[in-house]
């Protein structure tokens, strides 16, 4: 019976359910959720499984007998004890040549990063230009929107700096440099390393992105008026979820080291 992943810990002893069929493969799930699979596998002497590839990573353990892996391209002696990790997409095959008793362990492959689009590059930087002339319109008014709707995120805020108008422009800069940089981000290295340390010395949190992000959308919204097409909004939300989670990324690193 498959356990599905759950609070509740979970414990089996793997001898005790290896059983090798007369002759091909007898597995058993043993635990899975949505990104994680669990199994025992039982092959019998001489059962050769062709090569074939997985989008998952994988990781064998064997537990008895004696066979051999070939993972892209190179032969690994398989034997009790024996730990393999199969990087997703990586072809393998596999021959047993005794019976094989070995637990996989599939996980699932996520994307680093989430990549933009051409399309939406090709949007975010023709509107480069007028970013740049309404640049700080947009930011005030997204920091007056999100001080309206969520005014528990002002504290974080130097909120002289936002009278004078100094952190509406140091958004705006940041925003156009984005827009002309989408397509080349080393170039943005710098001064996201900069505001991500400026963020973490102000607790800004991961959760607290899709706040900024749907208040600068509206402001981008109320201050470009017919210019901000359906396609145009549409490259915007999916630019800044690339760039929330660049900054995320690397708040998270600067978070571990303090
Ligand atoms: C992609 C989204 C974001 C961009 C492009 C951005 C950009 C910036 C920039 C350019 C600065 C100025 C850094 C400096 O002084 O050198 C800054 C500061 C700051 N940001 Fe962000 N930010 C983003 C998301 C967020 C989020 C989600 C929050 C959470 C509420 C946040 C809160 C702050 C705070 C509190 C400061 C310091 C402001 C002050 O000193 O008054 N930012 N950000």
Not at 159 to 171: D, I, V
Request: with cysteine.
């Amino acid at each position: 019976m498959t356990v599905t992943i759950s609070n509740n810990s979970f414990t089996t002893t793997l001898q005790d359910l290896i059983k090798y069929p007369s002759s091909g493969i007898l597995s058993k799930v043993l635990l899975k959720d949505n990104n994680s699979q669990y199994s025992l596998f039982c092959l019998a002497k001489n059962t050769e499984i062709e090569e074939h590839t997985s989008t998952r990573n994988a990781v064998i353990t064997v537990i008895e007998g004696k066979g051999n892996l070939e993972l892209e391209e190179k032969d690994i002696a398989l034997a009790p004890g024996v730990f393999v990790f199969m990087p997703a997409n990586a072809p393998h095959a596999l021959q047993a040549r005794e019976n094989l008793a070995f637990t996989l362990a599939l996980s699932e492959h996520l994307p680093v990063k989430k990549k933009v689009s051409q399309k939406t590059i090709d949007i975010v930087k023709s509107t480069a230009p007028v970013i740049k002339q309404h640049g700080q319109t947009i930011t005030s008014r997204m920091y007056e929107i999100m001080f309206a709707s969520h005014p528990e995120v002002k504290s974080q805020f130097d909120m002289s700096a936002q009278a004078n108008g100094t952190q509406p422009a140091k958004l705006a800069t940041a925003v156009y440099a984005y827009a002309i940089h989408i397509d080349d981000l080393g170039a943005l290295k710098e001064a996201v390393n900069k505001i991500a340390h400026r963020h973490v010395a102000t607790h800004v949190l991961p959760e607290q992105y899709p706040i900024v992000g749907e208040c600068l959308l509206q402001a981008i919204k109320d201050v470009l008026g017919d210019a901000a097409t359906d396609d145009v909004m549409t490259a915007w939300t999916e630019a800044y979820q690339a760039l929330a989670e660049i900054f995320i990324n690397r708040e998270q690193e600067i978070y571990q080291t303090i």
